[in-house]
């Protein structure tokens, strides 16, 4: 068989199977224990968008995956999201073992260029994901050595002064984050405490109450909370 006629063939397969091949890859990374509460869109993030990449890299029998910052965004995002290294690693291999198996169930056809392109598409998608986990922890180590110095040093402020500084460490040292808000509970109410990116929406009357809104649920729940649009989410009453 041609190469032309081979590489197609893959193609056609990875074209065809789009939809299916999503689904089982979500399901699949549902069942890590970082997933467990992920809502569908959370779930999914940049998964379709990595996937098409992939079809991409084999209809032009080259790695594009190095010429774009999916996987450094998406390892962002799971890192947000309480993923370990491993299970990031673990998603992709999920991923790999999917087509693999469909391809073998399907009597895929395709060359080796082909199968080649695909496999070193996935290698490079690991090692720039894994590269930019490495990365934020990094930076969060040396986060955290700047707020210890902080605390510790002589004639330190007081709480609201500390927490406006660990704010700014956090933003500093957290490429994900361009804004971040502390708030104290006084009775059934939260004030904010300290504020950095987001001092336009942290005016003197914004005090929701406990269970009210965004950090009002997380206040109640005194569990994490993750949304990908507060002002969207019907489960919140108050936006923030």
């Given at each position: 068989?041609?190469?032309?006629?081979?590489?197609?063939?893959?193609?056609?397969?990875?074209?065809?199977?789009?939809?299916?091949?999503?689904?089982?890859?979500?399901?699949?990374?549902?069942?890590?224990?970082?997933?467990?509460?992920?809502?569908?869109?959370?779930?999914?993030?940049?998964?379709?968008?990595?996937?098409?990449?992939?079809?991409?890299?084999?209809?032009?029998?080259?790695?594009?995956?190095?010429?774009v910052?999916?996987?450094e965004?998406?390892?962002?995002?799971?890192?947000?999201?309480?993923?370990?290294?491993?299970?990031?690693?673990?998603?992709?291999?999920?991923?790999?073992?999917?087509?693999?198996?469909?391809?073998?169930?399907?009597?895929?056809?395709?060359?080796?260029?082909?199968?080649?392109?695909?496999?070193?598409s996935?290698d490079?998608?690991?090692?720039?994901?894994?590269?930019?986990?490495?990365?934020?922890?990094?930076?969060?180590?040396?986060?955290?050595?700047?707020?210890?110095?902080?605390?510790?040093?002589?004639?330190?402020?007081?709480?609201?002064?500390?927490?406006?500084?660990?704010?700014?460490?956090?933003?500093?040292?957290?490429?994900?984050?361009?804004?971040?808000?502390?708030?104290?509970?006084?009775?059934d109410?939260?004030?904010?405490?300290?504020?950095?990116?987001?001092?336009?929406?942290?005016?003197?009357?914004f005090?929701?109450?406990?269970?009210?809104?965004?950090?009002?649920?997380?206040?109640?729940?005194?569990?994490?909370?993750?949304?990908?649009?507060?002002?969207?989410?019907?489960?919140?009453?108050?936006?923030?």
């Open positions: 068989m041609a190469d032309g006629e081979s590489e197609r063939t893959l193609l056609d397969f990875l074209q065809q199977n789009r939809d299916r091949v999503l689904d089982k890859w979500a399901s699949a990374v549902r069942t890590l224990p970082a997933a467990h509460t992920l809502d569908e869109e959370g779930l999914r993030d940049h998964l379709p968008a990595l996937y098409d990449r992939l079809i991409e890299s084999v209809a032009q029998r080259r790695n594009l995956t190095p010429l910052q999916l996987p965004v998406h390892a962002r995002t799971r890192v947000d999201q309480g993923f370990s290294l491993g299970e990031i690693a673990q998603e992709y291999k999920m991923l790999r073992g999917i087509l693999f198996r469909m391809m073998d169930r399907q009597r895929t056809q395709g060359d080796w260029g082909a199968l080649f392109v695909l496999n070193e996935i490079d998608t690991v090692i720039l994901a894994l590269g930019k986990y490495h990365d934020i922890r990094s930076r969060t180590l040396v986060a955290l050595d700047r707020i210890s110095n902080e605390a510790l040093a002589p004639g330190a402020e007081d709480v609201r002064g500390f927490l406006q500084k660990y704010l700014q460490v956090v933003l500093d040292m957290t490429g994900a984050a361009d804004s971040a808000v502390v708030f104290l509970r006084e009775w109410r939260l004030v904010v405490a300290a504020a950095a990116g987001v001092e336009h929406a942290c005016q003197a009357d005090s929701p109450r406990v269970g009210e809104g965004l950090v009002g649920r997380v206040a109640a729940d005194r569990e994490p909370r993750y949304t990908t649009c507060a002002a969207s989410d019907q489960a919140l009453e108050l936006r923030i």
